[in-house]
């Protein structure tokens, strides 16, 4: 028989996934003692261990098998074309790569950049940008401060990671066109597992998902008149119906319902509208359907 060995997650080892993914897998029950400064972490309440790495590496990691799960950016994943499925969009570290070029060079749209040289980390992602719009461009492939090549007059233009646009501006470029909207994954090995990791694995997954739902939802609370009810219940788009609780005033209600974060702004005014008071809301620990 097989011996039973740990799970063994890849993740980053310092830099900008590395506290958000630790904090996902306490928020879904594990346990550690200290990532700081090692290279292998082993869960304490599960049969679980860390992996701490390049980013770049973890996609490559995981398709070998050497770990059976990894929380990397897709830009990653999809540059080393690794061979891995995605199990979950994880909802941070959220970025777009997106080819710049200096104002000055009269570069406006990516169509300009035929027969240009770019520079850029992601070298295969631009490579087959331009093969899909049959156009052909010199690739530099640099591995840092990929920003300053155009006035080091190594490129032309640039293709690189930008969230706010800050990095851009600060170094005079001018964002272009995206070419992928990228985000934190959850991703798994197509290698055989074992069936008590695939069982782990699942019920990670339901955790994650409970997690992701509750940070993106808020628990509200209001007082009503009972004749408000069915205007009221029209407004929120709940989860489940509302729970309705009678108050010491028997022409009033209390009703208390799940809503998604983004729509409570949007409602909030109409239940105003309705004759609701004393609206509260509330953040949600973790949410199991
Ligand atoms: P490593 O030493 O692990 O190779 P790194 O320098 O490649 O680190 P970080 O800068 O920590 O990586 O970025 C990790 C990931 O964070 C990126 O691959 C991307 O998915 C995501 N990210 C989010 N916003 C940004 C941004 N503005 N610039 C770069 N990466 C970003
Ligand atoms: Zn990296």
New binding site residues.
């Given amino acids: 028989m097989e011996p039973v060995n740990t799970l063994r997650i890849a993740i980053?080892?310092?830099?900008?996934?590395t506290e958000k993914t630790i904090t996902l897998l306490e928020n879904i029950g594990l346990k550690f003692d200290g990532y700081k400064n090692r290279l292998l972490i082993k869960a304490l309440n599960y049969d679980v261990e860390l992996l701490l790495i390049?980013?770049?590496d973890i996609p490559e990691y995981v398709q070998d098998g050497i770990c059976d799960l990894g929380v990397v950016?897709a830009?990653?994943t999809l540059e080393t074309e690794a061979d891995i499925s995605v199990l979950k969009d994880l909802d941070f570290?959220?970025?777009r790569l997106s080819f710049a070029a200096p104002k000055s060079s009269g570069i406006i749209t990516a169509k300009n950049l035929a027969g240009k040289r770019i520079a850029t980390s992601y070298p295969n992602l631009a490579r087959k940008y331009f093969e899909s719009k049959g156009a052909d461009a010199k690739i530099i492939k640099i591995s840092g401060a990929v920003e300053i090549t155009p006035r080091l007059d190594v490129a032309d233009a640039i293709c690189d990671?930008?969230?706010t646009g800050g990095t851009l501006k600060t170094n005079g470029l001018v964002e272009l066109e995206t070419i992928l909207e990228?985000q934190?994954q959850l991703i798994k090995t197509n290698r055989a597992i074992q069936p008590h990791k695939s069982e782990l694995i699942d019920k990670f997954l339901v955790r994650i998902e409970g997690q992701l739902q509750a940070e993106n939802s808020r628990y509200i609370m209001m007082n009503a008149p009972r004749e408000a009810l069915d205007e009221i219940t029209r407004i929120i788009p709940s989860l489940n119906s509302p729970t309705v609780l009678p108050l010491a005033d028997e022409s009033m209600i209390a009703i208390h319902t799940v809503i998604p974060t983004t729509k409570f702004w949007e409602v909030m005014e109409d239940l105003k509208s309705a004759g609701a008071t004393g609206i509260v809301m509330l953040p949600i620990q973790n949410m199991i359907n």
Avoid: Y
């Avoid at 980053?12 to 996934?17: D, F, I, M, V, Y």
């Fill in positions: 980053q080892k310092s830099g900008r996934l390049r980013d770049d950016g830009n990653v570290g959220h970025c990671l930008v969230s990228s934190c």
